[in-house]
């Protein structure tokens, strides 16, 4: 049997404008997802994707080589009925095949089980770090593989691949990525907050990319704030980048920072992650911070440190 594992991402700098060419700053979560694969005597593949509480929400079955889809089950709960989990899963393994035309190309089946670690609303990357896996059992670059079927930036399959925090570019369409230290003396006080929503990151790019907008300014100022964020040494200093960079982009994309929109009483200050709208925020605070939040209703508070996989 072989084994697979994939990190979870958040992007703390650089959402929309890191398609343009932005410097972000990305980091590698403690929570991903596992993918096994065992060999069948029959000519299919039984595919099984389980939450973190082992909960099977999506089973289907291949015939090989094909791929033709013979059965398929879902939650229809918590996906609405949505019947395209398999064709996703399906059309991800098709262009597996076409970068590697010996993977799938023969009569062996396989039973392959995939586990995620952090619930399916949290928007960490149950996209990515499948494609991740995939990419791995057949043996083909992962960033290819997301480009032709999702989409994006690529800076979460970087984070799939990676321990540590990440600095981030697309330069001539091609991903280009570093390790960096980020390891803020203030961690203790920066806490993720998730929305009680799921934001489609996709959908989120498409409408950034109608507004066609010349980023050029956006993209130099964001980068160079994803530099003083990452040296920077004090709460204080680091609050105003934050407001800085919110600001920024509240203006690019036509949308209200979630301070001024949720937590205009906040005393501490928060940042939007990724595509604005649900998913994880990034807040600053102290022993208070969870309390305010949870009575306005947000009840999954992670601290900083309980998130990212590498602290130094």
């Not at 076409?98 to 960490?124: A, C, D, E, M, V």
């Not at 499948?130 to 800076?155: E, P």
């Not at 530099?227 to 680091?238: A, E, G, R």
């Not at 937590?263 to 911070?289: C, E, P, R, V």
């Amino acid at each position: 049997m072989d084994t697979f594992y994939s990190n979870g991402k958040l992007l703390l700098t650089g959402e929309y404008v890191v398609l343009d060419g932005a410097e972000a700053l990305a980091i590698p979560t403690r929570f991903g997802q596992n993918l096994s694969v065992q060999k069948l005597k029959e000519s299919k593949i039984i595919w099984e994707s389980y939450t973190d509480n082992d909960e099977l929400w999506l089973q289907v079955e291949f015939d090989i080589p094909r791929l033709r889809i013979i059965t398929a089950t879902f939650d229809a709960t918590n996906d609405g009925g949505n019947d395209s989990l398999a064709e996703n899963l399906q059309n991800i393994l098709f262009e597996a095949k076409k970068l590697n035309q010996t993977f799938l190309s023969n009569q062996q089946g396989y039973y392959i089980k995939s586990k995620l670690t952090f619930p399916r609303n949290w928007g960490l990357g149950s996209s990515s770090t499948l494609i991740n896996n995939i990419a791995q059992w057949a043996k083909i670059d992962a960033f290819q593989l997301q480009f032709n079927t999702f989409g994006g930036s690529g800076y979460d399959i970087a984070c799939a691949q990676n321990d540590s925090s990440i600095l981030y570019q697309i330069t001539d369409q091609k991903p280009l990525f570093k390790n960096v230290s980020f390891n803020p003396n203030f961690k203790d006080q920066l806490f993720f907050v998730h929305l009680n929503k799921k934001q489609n990151s996709r959908e989120g790019i498409d409408a950034f990319k109608k507004l066609n907008k010349n980023n050029i300014t956006a993209v130099n100022e964001i980068s160079q704030l994803t530099y003083q964020i990452i040296k920077c040494k004090t709460l204080s200093n680091f609050e105003e980048l934050l407001i800085e960079h919110e600001n920024i982009i509240s203006k690019l994309i036509n949308q209200e920072p979630i301070q001024q929109k949720l937590f205009s009483d906040y005393f501490g200050q928060t940042k939007s992650l990724g595509a604005w709208g649900g998913d994880f925020i990034l807040a600053t605070g102290n022993d208070d911070t969870v309390n305010y939040f949870n009575k306005k209703g947000f009840e999954t508070i992670i601290r900083y440190s309980d998130m990212i996989l590498c602290n130094e």
